[in-house]
């Protein structure tokens, strides 16, 4: 028995529906940045020659001092972690791998991008800007910081732990291509200060347990003997600073980051909502 004028279903092009979603996602995106008025106020970099001078100063006399007083005994330091926590060190030394950063990022983005806006009022589609904008803006900076860390590592050449029985541990190479000589600043500190820092001028309520993570994090370089101290400071300062100037530029465009009357950067009021609004309860608060 044959079946006549039977209708064929044909089920839906998902990816060329998600393609259609994304183009109009990004042309939203696009019309919401265009739409932002550049806040003229106050610059990127507001300080003075004289205060960027005296704090290149102050951070070099501390570099200064901690390397004569911590950097020769960076094998001593590396003993004092127990057995016990031999384990967690080494995990939050590979978190400065970056590569849960990247990940978690890189899907928040695509989720923004992809997921459908069409029923979603002005303001969840502003939301969900702006949590796909705090997201890149992790990235970002967490990107630019280990590329920089990448370069001065090149550029100085100091010789890492490893070869300070034969070098010492003041010993560089200018320009060196050896990865042996490329301790100064430590990259994966970087990473994770970056990221640290950048969470936390995002949410500054948790400002301070943060960067206390991110600063113990960071130590768990020369627990494992692959840095010294300095490196760790080098890195901390390289990637808090790097986070700090791309959110005063985005201040500057009233995206993620606002500056309040004083200059200071803070997110933007409803930056904490765009998190965690999940789509049923922004769409009501659309409309």
Request: hydrophobic letters at 55%; a positive charge.
């Amino acid at each position: 028995m044959t079946l006549r004028n039977t209708p064929v279903i044909v089920p839906p092009d998902m990816s060329a529906r998600r393609s259609s979603t994304a183009k109009k996602n990004a042309a939203r995106f696009r019309a919401l940045l265009g739409a932002r008025r550049r806040d003229r106020r106050f610059v990127v970099l507001s300080a003075s020659v004289q205060d960027i001078a005296i704090a290149l100063l102050a951070f070099g006399g501390g570099l200064v001092l901690l390397a004569y007083a911590a950097d020769p005994h960076v094998r001593t330091i590396a003993a004092l972690p127990p057995d016990a926590l031999r384990p967690a060190v080494k995990f939050f030394s590979w978190l400065g791998e970056g590569i849960l950063v990247y990940v978690l990022c890189v899907v928040l983005i695509v989720f923004s991008v992809v997921r459908d806006l069409s029923d979603h009022g002005t303001r969840a589609r502003v939301h969900d800007f702006t949590r796909a904008a705090a997201a890149l803006y992790v990235f970002a900076a967490v990107v630019v910081a280990g590329l920089a860390a990448a370069l001065l590592k090149f550029i100085i050449g100091r010789a890492r732990p490893s070869l300070i029985e034969e070098a010492g541990p003041y010993a560089f190479d200018i320009f060196g291509p050896s990865a042996k000589w490329a301790s100064f600043p430590s990259g994966h500190t970087t990473t994770i200060m970056s990221c640290a820092a950048a969470l936390a001028l995002l949410l500054p309520r948790w400002r301070v347990p943060i960067l206390i993570a991110g600063v113990v994090f960071s130590c768990s370089r020369v627990f494992i003997g692959a840095h010294y101290p300095t490196d760790v400071l080098g890195g901390i300062a390289l990637g808090a600073l790097v986070s700090w100037l791309f959110a005063r530029a985005l201040a500057q465009r009233r995206v993620v980051f606002r500056f309040d009357d004083e200059g200071r950067v803070k997110p933007l009021h409803y930056l904490g909502q765009a998190f965690t609004l999940a789509p049923k309860t922004a769409r009501k608060t659309a409309r």
